[in-house]
């Protein structure tokens, strides 16, 4: 007997407001989310790269929402694997406007130097997740710390500004669920694990991303919704470990440096000094695109930089 079995492939429902999209970019899963917030309207909540845009445009199907009652598609920072799909996105999506920061929308427009950069701080990563389509300026709208974004029936996104991962950071707020969508403000949420891993990439500003996550703990969220990846709950415990994590890794940065050590030295540092399980570390060193070399070029970028000896 033949079962017609409606099966979905990229999407889940999260709550009664808000569904998650798993863009499974060369079919990693559990990786690079976008979520779908439904009011009235609806808005969509990071493009993810170019690469996996058809996948989106697959769970957005799947969702049963048409591409016309799209009205916003809000992208937390330019980063490639965020927003990288922007220009790709839109033409399909006749209504949506896109929300972006101030700093990101003219990067978006004329994309060339953006690619530049993806290239240089991603190399092959950012070949295979693919490049970024320039944005209309007329579909743009920037987002502005407070602003509400009204979906109706109840259902809204309030922007907050939150610097530090990027210097073009936003997270934004969904009342009815007391969630939060950080963007790459809070890390990124193995969930496989239950752990919050640094994402800091440079340039990356180690004091603002710490104020940036106290802010967020004072909201007192009740869910995460990582770009990477997924829901979380124990929202407030999570932000609290991510922000002894960056302290710690920063100590540890530091204090390397001024030995003068290699990165790999200070690597093990880490991995010796972490709370880490050895599984979570393996799974790091193996993944292809979680690299803490990148990130620890952050934080050391941000030392030399900002000439900075100590933080608190
Ligand atoms: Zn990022």
């Known amino acids: 007997m033949l079962l017609l079995n409606v099966k979905t492939m990229y999407s889940k429902r999260l709550n009664d407001f808000v569904y998650l999209i798993d863009l499974k970019p060369r079919g990693f899963e559990n990786f690079s989310a976008s979520y779908v917030i439904k009011g009235k309207k609806a808005a969509i909540v990071e493009t993810g790269p170019s690469l996996t845009v058809e996948n989106l445009l697959a769970g957005l199907k799947e969702i049963g929402i048409k591409r016309e009652e799209v009205d916003y598609v809000a992208v937390t920072h330019i980063h490639i694997d965020h927003a990288g799909g922007a220009g790709t996105l839109l033409p399909h999506l006749p209504n949506a406007q896109l929300l972006v920061h101030e700093r990101g929308a003219r990067h978006l427009v004329n994309p060339e130097k953006l690619w530049l950069s993806s290239l240089q701080v991603l ?38 500004e939150m610097l530090g991962h990027a210097s073009h950071e936003l997270s934004f707020y969904e009342k009815n669920s007391n969630g939060i969508f950080p963007g790459d403000a809070a890390g990124i949420y193995l969930n ?33 919704y990582y770009s990477h990846f997924g829901p979380a709950s124990n929202a407030v415990e999570k932000l609290k470990n991510y922000a002894a994590r960056l302290k710690l890794w920063g100590e540890i940065i530091l204090k390397g440096m001024r030995n003068g050590e290699k990165l790999e030295v200070i690597y093990e540092k880490i991995l010796e000094k972490d709370t880490l399980t050895p599984e979570v570390a393996d799974f790091l060193k193996n993944h292809l695109i979680l690299n803490n070399a990148r990130d620890i070029h952050g934080f050391m970028e941000y030392f030399r930089k900002s000439m900075k000896l100590d933080f608190k």
């Open 123 to 160: 190399g092959d990563i950012a070949e295979m997740y693919g490049k970024f389509q320039p944005v209309p300026e007329e579909r743009i709208l920037i987002a502005k710390e407070g602003m509400v974004i009204d979906l109706g029936e109840g259902v809204n996104l309030k922007v907050l």
């Open 192 to 224: 496989k694990f239950d752990v919050v891993i640094p994402t800091t990439p440079p340039p990356f500003h180690l004091e603002m991303a710490l104020s940036s996550l106290q802010r967020l703990i004072q909201m007192n969220p009740s869910w995460l």
